[in-house]
C-alpha cells in the first residue's frame, strides 16, 4: 500500500513539474534551506534574550549634593545599581552614560570613583596622579585640564561636589608655641585664598578669550557682509574721483576674497 503511494508521488511530480522525484525533492530542500537563511538575515530574530539593563538606560542623574572623596569611592561602577561617577576639579559628573569608557573593565575605569584631575591634567595613568591635588602643575597642564572640564561640563550632567575635608584640627600641645601656629595657619589659609582668585582669574580669562573669539567672528560676518553690499552694487553712476575710489575699493574686496 504504501509502496503504491509512493509510486502515485512520484509520478504525480514528473507528470506536474517534469522533473525526475530525486531531483525535485533535492530543489525542494535547497528552497527551504535557502527560504530561512534570507528570512533569518532580514527579520533578525524576533525573541532577543532578555538584556540586564544597566543604571544609565533606567535612572536619570541624581543630584548628591556633596559627597566625600570616600564616598565618592563607592561609583566606581562595580554595582549596577548606583550611578557611574567621576570628579575634575572637585566637580562630580554622571558618566554613567560612558559605562564602555569608565565602567569595570573600560580603558578609563580607573578614574571612575574619584577626583582624576591630576592624571587628566598630567595625561597619566598612574596612581600616584589619581587625585584631585593640583600642587606643582604647570600652566600646559592646568590648560590641558580646563579643556577635559569643558569637555565634562558640555557632555555629562554635574551631580555634586566634593566635600572638603575638615580642617586638621589646631595643635594643642605645648611643644610649639601657640603664635607659630597661629601664623602658619594663616598663611596656609592665605595661600589657599591667593590659590582661589588665581583659579578665578583663570576662568574669567579662559571665558574672555571665549568671547573675544565670538566676537571676532561676529565682526568677521559683518565685514563680509559690508564687502558683500559694496560689491554687488552698481558703480556705473559715479564719476570722477568717487568712481575711482569705488573701482580702488573693489579691486581690494576681488584680492581679499580671491574673487
Ligand atoms: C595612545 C593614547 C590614547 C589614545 C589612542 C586614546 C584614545 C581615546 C579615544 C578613541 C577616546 C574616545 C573618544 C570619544 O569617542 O569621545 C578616548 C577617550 C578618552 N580618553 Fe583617551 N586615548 C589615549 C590616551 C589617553 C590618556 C593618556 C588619557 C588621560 C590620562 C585619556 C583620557 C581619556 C578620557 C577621560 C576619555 C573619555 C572622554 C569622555 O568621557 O568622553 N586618554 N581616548
Given amino acids: 500500500m504504501a509502496v503504491q503511494l509512493l509510486e502515485t508521488l512520484e509520478q504525480s511530480i514528473t507528470a506536474f513539474t517534469g522533473l525526475s522525484p530525486a531531483t525535485f525533492i533535492t530543489l525542494l530542500a535547497l528552497s527551504v534551506a535557502g527560504y530561512y537563511a534570507v528570512s533569518g538575515f532580514f527579520a533578525g530574530d524576533n525573541h532577543p534574550p532578555p538584556r540586564s539593563r544597566s543604571y544609565e538606560e533606567d535612572m536619570p542623574p541624581v543630584q548628591l549634593g556633596e559627597v566625600s572623596e570616600e564616598e565618592l569611592k563607592g561609583y566606581n561602577g562595580n554595582d549596577p545599581k548606583k550611578p557611574l561617577l567621576m570628579a575634575i576639579k572637585g566637580q562630580i559628573f554622571d558618566v554613567s552614560q560612558s559605562r564602555m569608557f569608565y565602567g ?36 600646559f597642564e592646568l590648560e590641558a585640564l580646563q579643556d577635559w572640564e569643558y569637555k565634562f561640563m558640555n557632555k555629562y550632567v554635574k551631580v555634586g561636589t566634593i566635600k572638603k575635608p575638615e580642617p586638621a584640627p589646631e595643635p594643642t600641645t605645648n611643644d610649639q608655641p601657640a603664635e607659630s601656629s597661629s601664623v602658619a595657619s594663616n598663611l596656609t589659609n592665605a595661600f589657599s585664598e591667593m590659590n582661589r582668585r588665581l583659579q578665578d582669574i583663570y576662568d574669567l580669562g579662559a571665558q574672555r578669550i571665549e568671547e573675544n573669539r565670538e566676537v571676532t567672528e561676529i565682526m568677521r560676518d559683518r565685514q563680509w557682509a559690508q564687502d558683500f553690499e559694496f560689491y554687488s552694487k552698481p558703480h556705473d553712476h559715479l564719476t570722477g574721483k568717487a568712481l575711482k575710489m569705488a573701482i580702488q575699493q573693489k579691486e581690494r574686496i576681488e584680492k581679499k576674497y580671491n574673487l
Fill in 104 to 139: 569595570p573593565g573600560g580603558p578609563y575605569a580607573l578614574f571612575a570613583g574619584k577626583d582624576a584631575s591630576r592624571a587628566l591634567a598630567k595625561m597619566s595613568f598612574e596612581e600616584k596622579d589619581l587625585n584631585g591635588d593640583l600642587t606643582g602643575l604647570g600652566v
